[in-house]
């Protein structure tokens, strides 16, 4: 009897998750850490829990219930739900390439599965391994697609201000159209409650198809983004090293608050934009190679650009660097390199 319970418990949780761990291996940007896999993971178990008091009838999706609300409503708030713990990514701005938003999407319906199957296994031990199989194969990987398709379309929508120098905040407004589609998708898995294996084979065949090309789309996108982008910047950091300033909009906004600066201010502003620049380029360059590994002595000499970047904002004082901050000609997307840099070096 254990050992069926055992059975039951590893098939309804441990399939959606394997799945994640493989679109992570398949990611050739390696962007993904296991910790960061892990809090993707926590924000849909946290959804998934947040969804249950509200009402425990809208996570039937067994199909064991035959009801309207499980069949029709409770799709839409269950999206919502995993939606708004996606909204709180893009807003902080851990995602940046679509192929990142890809895997954490599928990682935060991959939480929510896991609670919501570990729900029923506890409300219901006296049922078959086969509903256990219906629910770890079919409704699990269901959850994670839905999402992905969600971040997917949200990155979509939110990717040229995403890479725009002074391009908006993160719109919730974005997430609209990937909401409405995950929740069709989510409503139509759940209108044959009569049939749960042939929806399970369905789903089996025809998510990993979609998550892929998903992936591969994203992977060639990436990879033209930052070629693109790191082109840019490196002439922006040959300009600032012969003495001149970028000849677009930004630097030329710079160049004034630099007339209009001490020399000594003046210094540091230069300072601390060729530094930013450098570790900007440094960090596509990374990107670009995608092992997510750096050279010998490399992590030191990034540590003491790192460190020197703070001490020349220090420097700057918080007036002096607010007005220079305005006028930086970096996007959220850079910042977001940015910090994957850092976190790279700090790893090391």
């Not at 609209?176 to 749960?196: D, I």
């Amino acid at each position: 009897m254990i050992a069926f319970e055992l059975t039951d418990w590893l098939i309804a949780l441990i399939p959606v998750l394997l799945m994640a761990a493989l679109f992570v291996w398949l990611d050739v940007f390696k962007l993904m850490s296991p910790w960061e896999m892990a809090a993707c993971l926590l924000l849909g178990m946290v959804a998934a829990l947040l969804a249950w008091p509200i009402s425990g009838r809208m996570l039937d999706t067994l199909p064991m219930g035959y009801s309207f609300y499980s069949r029709i409503v409770a799709p839409w708030i269950e999206e919502a739900l995993k939606g708004f713990a996606l909204a709180m990514l893009f807003m902080a701005n851990r995602i940046g390439f679509k192929i990142d938003a890809i895997i954490c999407g599928f990682a935060i319906g991959a939480g929510f599965s896991v609670i919501e199957n570990i729900f029923y296994l506890a409300r219901f031990p006296e049922l078959t391994t086969a509903v256990w199989l219906v629910r770890g194969l079919g409704t699990a990987i269901m959850h994670g697609t839905t999402t992905a398709i969600l971040a997917t379309i949200t990155h979509e929508l939110a990717e040229r201000s995403l890479r725009r120098v002074g391009g908006k905040t993160f719109n919730p407004l974005w997430m609209l159209p990937g909401y409405v589609v995950a929740s069709l998708v989510h409503t139509a898995f759940n209108q044959f409650p009569a049939h749960p294996s042939e929806v399970m084979i369905i789903t089996l065949v025809v998510a990993p198809i979609v998550l892929i090309g998903l992936m591969r789309f994203g992977e060639g996108e990436t990879h033209k983004w930052l070629v693109e982008e790191s082109e840019s910047h490196r002439q922006w950091l040959e300009e600032w090293r012969t003495g001149g300033f970028p000849a677009d909009a930004s630097g030329q906004r710079i160049a004034a608050l630099v007339a209009r600066s001490s020399p000594a201010e003046a210094a540091l502003i230069r300072e601390y934009c060729m530094l930013k620049t450098e570790l900007v380029v440094t960090a596509e360059v990374e990107l670009l190679d995608r092992d997510r590994k750096l050279d010998a002595g490399q992590d030191e000499r990034l540590r003491a650009a790192f460190k020197k970047l703070a001490e020349t904002r220090i420097a700057l004082g918080k007036a002096g660097f607010a007005a220079l901050s305005r006028l930086l000609p970096f996007s959220r997307n850079d910042e977001w390199e940015l910090a994957e840099l850092k976190e790279l070096v700090d790893r090391d």
